[in-house]
């Protein structure tokens, strides 16, 4: 595959060594990645994409016949924008195998937002634990790895809408757990009535949530 990482690495002064260390992987995998002697997964394209803050058509050229143009391709279909956070990747998975473990047929709005709470370390969690919120999830060493490809419900493809048209008013370039999570208090508040119990289970104050979230956004 035809890509610009080498170029990119280098701009910025890094060895592929450096490079290496920031994507977490081997400096042989970042060596691969430049020669296109493999590609890297559609995860770690994302992943690439977001640590040189541009977009993913800017760091891979595509061919008509490389696979990697055909994931891309599925999953811009698939949600309608590319630019997430891994985080935000991550609660999305998330939101997939809790579907797939409660024997539903799509992901809905209540997924998502276990997703949103499964790792402790993001914005939206932090807020929602600080609010009262403490869902029993069950996470483990493959909680954020995909397993299965459910489509989303309505409502869950409504949720993320919202958090698409959140990020353009706000003018940002990605798509994160925080915008992911204001989507959902939005949707709360309107026509979610499964949604709007759980918060209403944890007495989230919706007002105050909100405010919170658009000071991170």
């Not at 309608?80 to 992901?107: D, H, P, Y």
């Not at 949103?116 to 929602?128: F, I, K, Y």
């Not at 069950?138 to 790895?145: A, G, Q, R, V």
């Not at 757990?177 to 759980?198: C, K, M, R, S």
């Amino acid at each position: 595959m035809k890509n610009r990482l080498k170029e990119l690495r280098q701009l910025h002064k890094w060895s592929q060594s450096d490079l290496a260390r920031e994507l977490g992987v081997s400096r042989q995998a970042v060596n691969g990645f430049e020669s296109g002697k493999f590609d890297p997964s559609l995860d770690m394209a994302f992943k690439i994409a977001s640590l040189f803050n541009v977009a993913i058509e800017d760091v891979f050229i595509y061919e008509a016949s490389n696979p990697m143009q055909t994931l891309v391709k599925r999953f811009k279909k698939y949600f309608g924008f590319e630019r997430f956070t891994e985080k935000a990747i991550n609660a999305i998975k998330f939101a997939r195998n809790e579907a797939t473990r409660l024997q539903k047929s799509q992901v809905e709005p209540e997924h998502m937002l276990a997703g949103l709470l499964a790792d402790p370390t993001t914005t939206s969690a932090r807020l929602l634990r600080a609010n009262g919120m403490t869902l029993e999830i069950e996470t483990n060493d493959h909680s954020f790895e995909s397993h299965g490809n459910l489509k989303f419900s309505p409502q869950g493809n409504s949720a993320l809408e919202l958090a698409l048209e959140i990020v353009q008013l706000k003018g940002r370039k990605y798509i994160g757990t925080e915008h992911l999570l204001l989507a959902l208090v939005q949707l709360a508040q309107t026509d979610n009535a499964a949604l709007g119990d759980i918060f209403q289970r944890y007495e989230i104050d919706f007002e105050a949530l909100s405010n919170q979230l658009v000071e991170k956004v």
